[in-house]
């Protein structure tokens, strides 16, 4: 390992990226001679190869996924080093990967738009996916934290509580139940569901909802791709949905989309920030948790204002 240095380690990488020689020597600026001899430096280190030759190009052996994996794991640490020296120095710069449940989507701009106004040298990157997309963000180091309903099971992580997350039962305004108050479980049960993709947060939620129902989450309702889609859906009419407060702020207040009040509704869940146990917390990471648990919930969408008025 004492021979080894950063140049062997981005070689591996390079190679692994690319997945031939040729390739790889020119992302890196070498010559291809260059790069095998680099190659072969690693491979005599720990007398493995660490690929296989093929005439599709370079495959990796176990023992190269096992050396990029580390390789990975030093950029990674590089990189927060070069924050802390920042930090250290009094420079408030660094950079945060933030990855976001779809959900999020709707008030995580306006946090990062308030947060990188205090802090406008800190780089910020936005990943939106669903639950299952987040959590294997997660899983690969591909992003630093996560904005999530329920905080993932499948990795090690720490989360913290930084908001309410209500979920509410929508229909159309002409649906005959706009006007009923206290609605039963049984009685919504009835009702043809607009539902998010297995996994999803609020899919699970509905589920658990549910499951004391006789045999109504064995047929739950129609599968959608997304909250905007299952939104459009219900105000076109085709049915009704539970869904986050936090998406429907806009529909709401405009008249076209409306809460039903169903008995154990809304469903109040919590907005957690999730980060990995085995990642090292940068600076940046550090602040921007800091103002979420701070300031985080006073930019969630108000929801006191969207439930039915009992007074009427």
Request: hydrophobic content about 45%.
């Amino acid at each position: 390992m004492r021979n080894l240095t950063l140049k062997h380690f981005k070689t591996v990488q390079a190679i692994i990226m690319c997945g031939k020689i040729v390739s790889a020597a020119k992302m890196l600026g070498l010559s291809p001679p260059a790069l095998t001899i680099q190659l072969r430096q690693v491979e005599e280190e720990f007398q493995l190869a660490l690929f296989d030759r093929t005439s599709d190009g370079m495959r990796p052996t176990a023992a190269g996924l096992a050396f990029v994996e580390t390789a990975q794991a030093i950029d990674e640490h590089l990189g927060l080093l070069e924050d802390k020296m920042d930090a250290i120095k009094g420079v408030r710069t660094g950079s945060l990967r933030l990855g976001v449940v779809s959900t999020a989507k709707y008030f995580a701009p306006r946090l990062m738009a308030a947060f990188m106004k205090d802090h406008p040298d800190i780089d910020m990157r936005l990943a939106i996916g669903n639950r299952a997309q987040t959590i294997d963000n997660l899983r690969n180091h591909d992003i630093d934290i996560a904005l999530m309903g329920r905080p993932a099971k499948e990795v090690p992580v720490r989360a913290s509580v930084f908001g309410d997350h209500p979920l509410v039962i929508i229909a159309p305004p002409d649906h005959p139940l706009v006007a009923a108050r206290d609605i039963s479980k049984e009685r919504i049960a009835e009702e043809h569901f607009l539902i998010r993709e297995p996994g999803s947060g609020t899919r699970i939620s509905l589920e658990i909802f549910l499951s004391d129902v006789p045999g109504r989450i064995d047929d739950l309702g129609v599968e959608m791709a997304s909250n905007e889609t299952i939104k459009q859906a219900v105000m076109a009419g085709l049915g009704i949905a539970f869904i986050s407060a936090h998406t429907i702020a806009a529909e709401t207040e405009a008249g076209r989309l409306v809460i039903l009040d169903v008995v154990g509704m809304p469903i109040r869940r919590q907005w957690f920030s999730v980060m990995r146990t085995d990642h090292a917390i940068s600076p940046a990471m550090a602040t921007f948790n800091d103002f979420l648990m701070r300031k985080g919930a006073t930019y969630l969408p108000l929801f006191g204002k969207l439930y039915p008025d009992k007074a009427g």
